[in-house]
C-alpha cells in the first residue's frame, strides 16, 4: 500500500513570492491534515479535512495561508505571500476517519526555506 | 486546553540500554487517546503504539512497552535493548473524538550509540 506522498520535498524561495505544497493521502482516507512543523517542536495542525470539507482551520493564517482539497482527495496548500517564518517543514497526514482513535499517516513532508 | 509535555530534550544512551521516554499530559475530556511516534532523519513520523483513556494496561511489543497511569497523567514510554536505529525524535501526542486532531509534545532526541 503507497503512502502518504508529497511534493516537493525541498523548496527554496525569496520572501514574498508565492509557493504551494501538494499532497495525496493513502487511498480510501476521509480525512486529511496539513501540519507545520518547526525545527525542535512538534508538529501543529493547520486544516483538517472530512473529505472535501474544511472541518477545522482555526490555526490556518487566512491572510496568506489557503488549501485545498477538491474532490476529497489530493490537497494542495499555498502560501501567498511567504515570509522568512514560514521556513519550516510542512506535513501532509490522512486517516480512515477524524475521530481521536484513528492513527494519522505522515508523508515526508515538505521543507521550506524563505530567505 | 490540552497539553503534551516531553521534559527530556536529548537523550544518549550506548546500545543496549533501556531507554524511557517520559510524557505528561492534560486535557479535560474524560475519553482520548494517547499515541507515540517516531520521527527519524528521513522525518517521516512512523505511528509506534496507542493506548485510550479507559485501558490503563500496560504493555510490551516487542522491544517497545508504555506505562499509562491516569492518576499522573503520564504516558511513559520504553526502549528495551536500545538499537542505533532507535536514533530518533520520539513524539508523545494526545487526542480526542471532540476536536479530532493531534495534540503533539516537543519530542525527545534519543541518540544511541554503537
Known amino acids: 500500500e503507497a503512502g502518504v506522498v508529497q511534493s516537493p520535498r525541498y523548496k527554496i524561495i525569496e520572501k514574498k513570492q508565492p509557493v504551494a505544497f501538494w499532497c495525496n493521502p493513502i487511498?480510501?482516507?476521509?480525512?486529511l491534515y496539513w501540519y507545520l512543523q518547526n525545527l525542535g517542536q512538534g508538529p501543529e495542525l493547520l486544516i483538517r479535512?472530512?473529505?472535501?470539507?474544511?472541518?477545522?482551520d482555526s490555526q490556518l493564517p487566512k491572510d496568506r495561508f489557503s488549501a485545498e482539497r477538491l474532490k476529497g482527495v489530493d490537497s494542495t496548500l499555498k502560501i501567498q505571500p511567504a515570509e522568512l517564518g514560514d521556513s519550516a517543514v510542512y506535513l501532509c497526514?490522512?486517516?480512515?476517519?477524524?475521530?481521536?482513535?484513528?492513527?494519522?499517516?505522515f508523508g515526508p513532508g515538505t521543507r521550506l526555506t524563505v530567505l | 486546553a490540552q497539553k503534551v509535555t516531553q521534559a527530556q530534550t536529548e537523550i544518549s544512551v550506548v546500545e543496549k540500554e533501556d531507554v524511557t521516554l517520559d510524557c505528561v499530559y492534560e486535557?479535560?475530556?474524560?475519553?482520548?487517546?494517547l499515541f507515540w511516534y517516531k520521527q527519524p532523519p528521513s522525518g517521516e513520523l512512523v505511528f509506534l503504539i496507542r493506548?485510550?483513556?479507559?485501558?490503563?494496561q500496560n504493555e510490551i511489543s516487542g522491544r517497545y512497552s508504555w506505562n499509562f497511569q491516569k492518576s499522573t497523567s503520564s504516558f511513559n514510554f520504553t526502549i528495551t535493548a536500545s538499537q542505533v536505529v532507535d536514533s530518533a525524535v520520539y513524539f508523545c501526542?494526545?487526542?480526542?473524538?471532540?476536536?479530532?486532531?493531534?495534540?503533539f509534545g516537543a519530542g525527545t532526541q534519543v541518540v544511541v550509540t554503537p
Open positions: 497526514a490522512s486517516s480512515l476517519r477524524g475521530q481521536g482513535w484513528n492513527e494519522q499517516f
Open positions: 487511498s480510501g482516507h476521509n480525512t
Open positions: 479535512y472530512e473529505n472535501e470539507e474544511a472541518v477545522d
Open positions: 486535557t479535560r475530556d474524560t475519553t482520548y487517546y
Open positions: 493506548r485510550n483513556s479507559f485501558d490503563e
Open positions: 501526542a494526545l487526542s480526542a473524538d471532540s476536536w479530532g486532531k493531534l495534540q
